[in-house]
């Protein structure tokens, strides 16, 4: 008998979850639609999945998460049309089956990056016309600046330069429609360093060719210190500026540092004093998303609750014993109220 979460926030942006497609039935789903109004796919829907050979769409996952957010009156963002990770290899093959990246001669390289851009450009057009209606907001590029800023080396940009980002946008435009929100997605990018300013260097410059772009997406996959909230105002405002809307795509809170220690091996083992303090950080977070409501129109955590989070897998790959549980949401693993939920709620919690 909590109050939901969206309704706390009716008046400033949605409030979304990443979800799997097995998460739309029983108590997930029934949470899912008590506290957010907003959903994205965490897996389904990158190209990996709805294109795993060519000329083969597989639209199953994808369509029930539509269809869930339809029947639920629920915002809905797709995550991801353009992604170097999770994206089938015969994108990059040219017509022999040899990998495009390794070409030498010139000719052939001008040849490839044509076959690759019109592979995209069908990929998008496809995929967007299927869903236009439906969808929100879409990623049209995710993580396309390095970590240590400049242009990530991905297949995308060996064999097309920066026109595939360009190309993405263009084509996500003429089939989604002049009303349609196009973002460009990452991670990072509200932390003060060159990889924040060579992506809004980025931005910048592709607003001023005249790139559709209309929203910036950061992630935030972050943890109880970092990054500080007076770098992420100044970040949320510097994107602002350039006239765009800012989402925030994929917060979570780790309980750890980086890398993660995976201390911790089971729920019932973090301590009180890292929930609180977890809730300390969401109570900031969430004030400064507030103050700057303005600029942001969702905020999406990437999940539902901690019984499902890909922190776990980061916890398990770094503790050195192949253990470890993250917990980096508002509601622990048998969906019941932590500290953080009060925090994000503005309220003192009442246990
Ligand atoms: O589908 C296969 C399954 O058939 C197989 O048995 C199993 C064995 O490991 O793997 C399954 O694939 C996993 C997939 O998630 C679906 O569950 C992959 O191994 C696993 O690597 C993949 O992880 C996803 C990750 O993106 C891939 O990079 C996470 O769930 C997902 O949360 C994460 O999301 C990304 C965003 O898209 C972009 N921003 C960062 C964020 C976190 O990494």
Do not use: C
């Not at 990443?18 to 506290?35: D, I, N, R, T, W």
């Not at 389904?44 to 994808?62: C, H, Q, R, S, V």
Request: charged share 30%; proline share 4%.
């Amino acid at each position: 008998d909590v109050a939901p979460m969206d309704e706390r926030f009716e008046d400033s942006f949605g409030i979304g979850a990443a979800v799997e497609p097995f998460q739309l039935e029983g108590e997930s789903a029934e949470v899912l639609k008590y506290h957010y109004n907003s959903i994205v796919a965490e897996n389904a829907m990158k190209p990996l999945y709805i294109a795993p050979e060519e000329g083969e769409y597989f639209w199953e996952d994808a369509d029930q998460i539509v269809n869930f957010a339809k029947e639920n009156d629920m915002y809905l963002r797709y995550h991801t049309l353009v992604w170097h990770s999770q994206i089938a290899d015969w994108f990059f093959l040219d017509e022999e089956g040899n990998p495009m990246v390794e070409e030498e001669d010139p000719e052939k390289r001008e040849e490839n990056k044509q076959l690759l851009l019109d592979r995209m450009r069908d990929y998008i057009k496809t995929v967007v016309l299927r869903y236009k209606d439906d969808v929100d907001a879409w990623d049209v590029v995710n993580e396309v600046v390095d970590d240590g800023g400049g242009l990530r080396e991905s297949a995308w940009y060996q064999i097309t330069g920066t026109d595939y980002i360009k190309v993405a946008f263009e084509t996500a435009r003429e089939y989604a429609g002049e009303d349609a929100m196009l973002y460009i997605n990452d991670y990072n990018n509200e932390v003060d360093s060159v990889k924040r300013d060579d992506f809004y260097n980025l931005v910048k410059e592709l607003l001023e060719d005249g790139v559709p772009i209309d929203g910036v997406g950061l992630q935030s996959h972050i943890q109880l210190n970092w990054p500080s909230i007076e770098e992420t105002r100044e970040a949320i405002q510097m994107y602002s500026d350039l006239g765009l809307d800012v989402q925030i795509t994929e917060l979570d809170v780790s309980i750890y540092g980086w890398p993660p220690s995976g201390e911790y091996k089971t729920e019932d083992e973090i301590p009180d004093s890292i929930l609180e303090e977890q809730a300390n950080r969401y109570r900031d977070l969430f004030s400064l998303y507030e103050e700057m409501d303005d600029a942001i129109s969702n905020v999406t955590f990437w999940g539902i609750a901690d019984n499902h989070t890909w922190l776990d897998d980061r916890a398990k790959e770094y503790s050195g014993d192949g253990r470890g549980k993250d917990a980096p949401f508002a509601f622990d693993t048998q969906y019941n109220v932590k500290p953080a939920y009060f925090a994000i709620m503005g309220l003192k919690d009442p246990r």
